[in-house]
């Protein structure tokens, strides 16, 4: 059986309206009701929300029956709803922006300390995807004058957050980089991709000058079928972030092996500078390569060019010619207590020369 829920920690937020005086009379307003009341999950929390309604104190006022309210509170969830705008935005960004899986988000809310069920991810999902089409007429409608005089270069990209599972299909403006369409569709079918996202799209009424898409086949049916004689280019990003994995995964697998190296030489130098009496003027400079190190240690890489491995073995090389300019000036080795660091640092690079991964690196 479920359990009621405990509800006598949750804290409460009150929401008033945003004016005191009466904009008819100017008479102070007085409390009147409370326009509703919920429990609400946000971001931060599980929050019990009371929006509060206010109106005139003068009786005889004509405008004494209305009553004011929070736009404030309005926005924290849809109506109906026990979930906040900011978790939906969450999950709808997880789940078609990052491709996470349910289980996914379900352990990423977890995470939050949020337990939301399976059941309740889709609905939210569902809900976003409605507001994502709501806001879209708005937008395409701003744009207008743009269009008329420059056409739409549209990109299509279907995602599929679970094999087997419905699509998400987007088809954006790819100069302005703004959503036309954002349709579920259960099948990657040729003659669905042109009815429900290639159909509308002409239909806006726009100069069509080139489509942009990955290599699928349905899609390049549909493109071919709706919009004949249309420039239709494979995306250079699609391409060259397949072509290059090969070698994305080799330089994080080096980059792992090299943090891992390093990282154990840098405990041991840590625990030394931390040992070293307050006054000592090398400490300072040696705990600013330390932080150096460990803020190199820490940058990612981006499919297809970004290749953090290298970018770390430049950074260290770099690290070690300072290194060695120091000790050249005599500093560092009159400093007794620093010769194991001193070691340390020199010895980087001598490990990366013996780990197997540092020549596979460069030579790649
Ligand atoms: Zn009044």
Same mark, same amino acid.
């Given at each position: 059986?479920? +359990?009621?829920?405990?509800?006598?920690?949750?804290?409460?937020?009150?929401?008033?309206?945003?004016?005191?005086?009466?904009?008819?009379?100017?008479?102070?307003?007085?409390?009147?009701?409370?326009?509703?009341?919920?429990?609400?999950?946000?971001?931060?929390?599980?929050? +019990?929300?009371?929006?509060?309604?206010?109106? $005139?104190?003068?009786?005889? $006022?004509?405008?004494?029956?209305?009553?004011? *309210?929070?736009?404030? /509170?309005?926005?924290?969830?849809?109506?109906?709803?026990?979930?906040?705008?900011? @978790?939906?935005?969450?999950?709808? !960004?997880?789940?078609?922006?990052?491709?996470?899986?349910?289980?996914?988000?379900?352990?990423?809310?977890?995470?939050?300390?949020?337990?939301?069920?399976?059941?309740?991810?889709?609905?939210?999902?569902?809900?976003?995807?409605?507001?994502?089409?709501?806001?879209?007429?708005?937008?395409?409608?701003?744009?207008?004058?743009?269009?008329?005089?420059?056409?739409?270069?549209?990109?299509?990209?279907?995602?599929?957050?679970?094999?087997?599972?419905?699509?998400?299909?987007?088809?954006?403006?790819?100069?302005?980089?703004?959503?036309?369409?954002?349709?579920?569709?259960?099948?990657?079918?040729?003659?669905?991709?042109?009815?429900?996202?290639?159909?509308?799209?002409?239909?806006?009424?726009?100069?069509?000058?080139?489509?942009?898409?990955?290599?699928?086949?349905?899609?390049?049916?549909? @493109?071919?079928?709706?919009?004949?004689?249309?420039?239709?280019?494979?995306?250079?990003?699609? $391409?060259?972030?397949?072509?290059?994995?090969?070698?994305?995964?080799?330089?994080?697998?080096?980059?792992?092996?090299?943090?891992?190296?390093? *990282?154990?030489?840098?405990?041991?130098?840590?625990?030394?500078?931390?040992?070293? /009496?307050?006054?000592?003027?090398?400490?300072? @400079?040696?705990?600013?390569? $330390?932080? /150096?190190?460990?803020?190199?240690?820490?940058?990612?890489?981006?499919?297809?060019?970004?290749?953090?491995?290298?970018?770390?073995?430049?950074?260290?090389?770099?690290?070690?010619?300072?290194?060695?300019?120091?000790? +050249?000036?005599?500093?560092?080795?009159? !400093?007794?207590?620093?010769?194991?660091?001193?070691?340390?640092?020199?010895?980087?690079?001598?490990?990366?020369?013996?780990?197997?991964?540092?020549?596979?690196?460069?030579?790649?």
């Amino acid at each position: 059986m479920r +359990k009621a829920k405990d509800n006598t920690r949750v804290p409460k937020r009150y929401y008033r309206p945003p004016i005191t005086t009466c904009p008819r009379c100017g008479a102070p307003l007085h409390r009147r009701s409370t326009v509703w009341r919920k429990y609400v999950i946000t971001l931060n929390g599980r929050f +019990k929300i009371i929006s509060l309604g206010y109106s $005139c104190s003068r009786v005889r $006022c004509s405008q004494s029956k209305v009553v004011y *309210r929070s736009l404030k /509170a309005e926005q924290v969830s849809l109506k109906g709803s026990s979930f906040g705008f900011d @978790v939906m935005v969450q999950i709808g !960004w997880w789940r078609f922006w990052e491709h996470r899986t349910l289980d996914e988000i379900a352990a990423l809310l977890g995470a939050k300390r949020l337990s939301v069920s399976r059941r309740h991810i889709l609905n939210l999902i569902g809900d976003f995807l409605a507001l994502l089409r709501a806001a879209q007429p708005a937008k395409i409608e701003s744009q207008r004058a743009y269009f008329r005089r420059h056409g739409m270069v549209i990109s299509l990209d279907g995602m599929e957050p679970e094999q087997g599972n419905e699509m998400l299909f987007i088809v954006r403006e790819a100069n302005l980089d703004l959503t036309l369409v954002a349709e579920t569709l259960y099948s990657s079918r040729a003659d669905l991709i042109s009815r429900h996202l290639l159909e509308p799209v002409k239909a806006l009424g726009f100069r069509i000058r080139a489509v942009i898409s990955d290599a699928d086949s349905n899609i390049r049916r549909a @493109v071919t079928a709706s919009l004949p004689g249309c420039p239709h280019q494979a995306c250079q990003v699609h $391409c060259l972030c397949e072509a290059g994995q090969p070698i994305f995964e080799q330089d994080r697998a080096m980059k792992t092996d090299l943090r891992r190296d390093i *990282r154990a030489k840098l405990r041991p130098v840590s625990r030394t500078l931390s040992r070293a /009496a307050a006054d000592d003027p090398y400490c300072a @400079v040696l705990t600013d390569y $330390c932080e /150096a190190l460990r803020d190199a240690l820490r940058a990612d890489g981006l499919s297809p060019f970004e290749l953090a491995g290298l970018n770390l073995y430049d950074e260290l090389e770099r690290m070690e010619a300072s290194l060695r300019r120091c000790q +050249k000036k005599g500093g560092i080795p009159s !400093w007794p207590s620093c010769w194991t660091s001193r070691h340390s640092a020199s010895d980087i690079r001598n490990s990366m020369i013996a780990s197997n991964i540092s020549e596979t690196g460069l030579s790649n």
